[in-house]
């Protein structure tokens, strides 16, 4: 039973700073890429970032490029994602995913398992 579960979302004011984690079981950790991604209301959940199973290098957005950091401690089985700088158009709740297919990890249809999410809410 594969459990993905994401925290540490919560209400910021723009410019502000947060790390989201995102706890993996149930699977061998160190063997999947690990990716995070974020939906708001009425949109299409949009990629985020992605590292590879044994760490850098890492992949982003360009809209969030410069401003967040993925990383991920495989001791630990969670994934990580630093986020500075936020802006208000970062509202969303994030999703961690794990893809052990080969694809493109930029495509939601890469990841075999998601988590629940964790709202971030950015405010101005």
């Known amino acids: 039973q594969v459990q993905l579960v994401e925290s540490g979302g919560e209400l910021v004011q723009a410019g502000g700073s947060l790390r989201l984690s995102c706890t993996a079981s149930g699977l061998s950790f160190s063997s999947y890429v690990m990716g995070w991604f974020r939906q708001a209301p009425g949109k299409e959940r949009e990629f985020v970032a992605w590292i590879r199973p044994s760490g850098p290098p890492a992949y982003y957005a360009d809209s969030v490029k410069g401003r967040f950091t993925i990383s991920r401690d495989n001791a630990k089985n969670t994934a990580y994602l630093e986020m500075n700088s936020l802006k208000p158009e970062d509202t969303a709740r994030y999703y961690c995913?794990?893809?052990?297919?080969?694809?493109?990890?930029?495509?939601?249809?890469?990841?075999?398992?998601w988590g629940q999410g964790t709202q971030v809410t950015v405010s101005s």
């Open positions: 995913g794990a893809s052990s297919r080969w694809g493109d990890y930029r495509n939601v249809q890469s990841y075999t398992y």
